[in-house]
């Protein structure tokens, strides 16, 4: 157990639907990054948030949109799916001050199906 | 903008031998470097990082990688590879502060028997 909870661990919906996937990081941790992997994309960064703000944007689609909540836990919207939205998305989390190397500690994923 | 490459998408080793993977970074200044391992419906577990206190980074599960400024490499290895080794591996690159990892395309290890 890396510390890092991701729910659902699957999903499955239909085109043209929204879901929210939701990531605890790990205790103490105030950076949350969420990242898509599929097969023909790999791992792809999609956002970070640091203490409930933005910190930087990856290749996030603008039908997908994240959240920090004040108790740091965070969620990932994604709207008006299509069939190419069907990936693992993972949420990681760093600790809060990082010395030197930003580790990243992840989650076991959330699996979408699209159909 | 930092980059990753992971030459081979596919090893595969007999048990007992040699693991190598490769990984190549662009950096335009020292990065730090990771190792991450994903086995089958798992998230990825960081086997070992490099951030310039020693060329020579050992990590977990018998597993160390080598800094080659030269050679701009970061390339995995295991002297003896075992059925437990066979998995997904991530070659991924990082600035300083709290910035997300960039990562390779990834290399999938087999270990024949």
């Known amino acids: 157990d890396s510390g890092v909870t991701q729910t659902p661990k699957h999903l499955i919906t239909a085109t043209g639907q929204r879901v929210t996937l939701r990531c605890s990081p790990r205790?103490?941790?105030?950076?949350v990054y969420w990242y898509q992997q599929s097969l023909d994309q790999g791992l792809q960064f999609l956002i970070q948030?640091?203490?409930?703000?933005?910190?930087a944007k990856g290749n996030i689609l603008e039908r997908f949109s994240a959240q920090q909540f004040p108790d740091l836990h965070s969620e990932l919207n994604l709207s008006s799916l299509e069939l190419g939205d069907s990936a693992l998305y993972f949420c990681?989390?760093?600790?809060?001050?990082?010395?030197?190397?930003?580790?990243?500690?992840f989650g076991a994923g959330s699996r979408l199906t699209v159909l | 903008a930092q980059s990753v490459t992971q030459l081979g998408s596919h090893v595969s080793v007999s048990e007992g031998a040699l693991v190598l993977l490769r990984c190549n970074y662009s950096?335009?200044?020292?990065?730090?470097l990771f190792w991450y391992v994903q086995y089958p419906n798992q998230g990825l577990q960081l086997l070992l990082k490099?951030?310039?206190?020693?060329?020579l980074v050992k990590g977990i599960n018998g597993f160390e990688a080598e800094f080659k400024k030269s050679e701009t490499s970061f390339h995995l290895t295991k002297p003896s590879a075992h059925m437990s080794d066979a998995a997904e591996y991530f070659c991924?690159?990082?600035?300083?502060?709290?910035?997300?990892?960039?990562f390779g395309s990834g290399t999938r290890l087999q270990v024949q028997p």
């Open positions: 490099y951030t310039s206190a020693a060329t």
């Open positions: 991924a690159v990082s600035g300083t502060g709290r910035r997300a990892l960039t």
């Open positions: 950096s335009s200044v020292p990065p730090y």
């Open positions: 990681a989390s760093s600790a809060t001050i990082p010395s030197g190397a930003n580790v990243l500690t």
């Open positions: 948030y640091y203490n409930g703000e933005e910190r």
């Open positions: 205790s103490g941790d105030l950076s």
